[in-house]
């Protein structure tokens, strides 16, 4: 004798459907999820133009101490 159930009332398609609802529609939702992914790479991006506007400057800091000392070791040697 066989006896033909209904797939949809399986514990595994229970089971899957719980954790798709979870993952749809959680407090840590896939949407959830990539919202805050979204703001992480704001804030990195965000923190890599300022990390590359701190270099710029360094090396254009360096770039005129440069100058400015190589102008003031032949000033002295020069007649004032």
Same mark, same amino acid.
């Given at each position: 004798?066989?006896?033909?159930?209904d +797939? #949809? $009332?399986? +514990?595994?398609?229970?089971?899957? =459907? $719980?954790r798709? *609802?979870?993952?749809? /529609?959680? !407090?840590?939702?896939?949407?959830? =999820?990539? =919202?805050?992914? %979204?703001?992480?790479?704001?804030? @990195?991006?965000? #923190?890599?133009?300022? @990390?590359?506007s *701190?270099?710029?400057?360094? $090396?254009?800091? %360096?770039?005129v @101490?440069?100058?400015?000392? *190589? /102008? !003031?070791? *032949?000033? %002295?040697?020069?007649?004032?």
């Open positions: 004798m066989t006896t033909t159930s +797939p #949809a $009332a399986s +514990p595994v398609v229970t089971l899957l =459907q $719980a798709r *609802s979870v993952l749809t /529609g959680g !407090e840590d939702s896939i949407g959830v =999820q990539e =919202q805050r992914v %979204e703001e992480c790479r704001r804030v @990195l991006d965000a #923190a890599a133009s300022a @990390l590359e *701190s270099r710029a400057e360094a $090396a254009e800091i %360096e770039w @101490l440069a100058l400015l000392v *190589s /102008g !003031e070791t *032949s000033e %002295e040697g020069g007649t004032e």
